[in-house]
């Protein structure tokens, strides 16, 4: 049977900006899900791109990452065995009207096993330096997901007008 | 001045809200914030005082940067 990738639910933030963009409710009919974001932050706390963070079924615990990052002009490493990690986004340092990208992945989100999650990000801006990385996550709960949210921290102020956010279900991964 | 808004998609009816935050959801934010902002002062001042032993390294070595990395390529 031939795999099925299809768009559950999207979103476009509005002029006042969010602070945070949750998909509730997400039907258990696939294997996996793919979010996909394209993201600007309102404000900065003095660098170019601001750390988004995931909640899964509304809780910021039981999370861990590491990560693998590149500038244009050095490579690095982070972790951390109490937060998550969903990429970073152009903050409002940034040339104007540029969006960074993440692309995550969350197989196997209604199995009763601990959840990993993979991510591919870019921030962005018309200029050499941005932030690329790769980063895998682990949300040590073995509830199935129903629910994500994309809280952005205070420090880059909101998820910027024009962000968007596309859900997707993937089945017989 | 109304609190920010987050929004809210229910991926069962497709309804999309926008939800001002409660002022306990903001204090959350603005703690997180001051975490984050703590945080990136800490790894900032770490990064300083990492130049500065580097360069103090380089001149008790007599070396210049690009020498040292010619010695460890």
Do not use: H
Request: net charge negative; hydrophobic share 40%.
């Amino acid at each position: 049977m031939a795999n099925t990738f299809e768009l559950i639910a999207s979103s476009t933030v509005g002029s006042g900006g969010a602070s945070s963009i949750d998909f509730t409710s997400i039907p258990s009919t696939y294997t996996d899900l793919a979010l996909y974001v394209s993201g600007r932050t309102t404000s900065n706390a003095g660098q170019n791109w601001a750390p988004t963070r995931g909640t899964f079924n509304g809780s910021s615990s039981s999370w861990s990452y590491k990560g693998l990052y590149g500038d244009g002009s050095s490579a690095s490493s982070g972790s951390s065995a109490s937060s998550s990690e969903f990429g970073d986004v152009s903050s409002s340092l940034t040339t104007s009207n540029t969006f960074g990208n993440l692309s995550i992945y969350i197989p196997n989100y209604n199995s009763s096993t601990n959840k990993s999650v993979s991510v591919d990000f870019v921030s962005e801006t018309n200029a050499t330096t941005a932030l690329s990385g790769l980063i895998a996550n682990l949300w040590s709960n073995p509830a199935a997901i129903t629910s994500i949210g994309l809280p952005m921290n205070a420090a880059y102020g909101l998820w910027a007008q024009y962000s968007t956010a596309y859900l997707y279900g993937v089945k017989n991964a | 001045m109304p609190n920010p808004t987050k929004i809210v998609i229910d991926c069962s009816t497709g309804i999309e809200e926008i939800i001002e935050l409660t002022d306990a959801e903001i204090a959350e934010m603005t703690y997180a914030a001051e975490l984050a902002a703590e945080k990136k002062a800490e790894e900032d001042a770490k990064a300083a005082s990492d130049a500065t032993a580097k360069a103090a390294l380089l001149v008790k070595l007599g070396i210049t940067a690009d020498e040292a990395k010619l010695l460890l390529a």
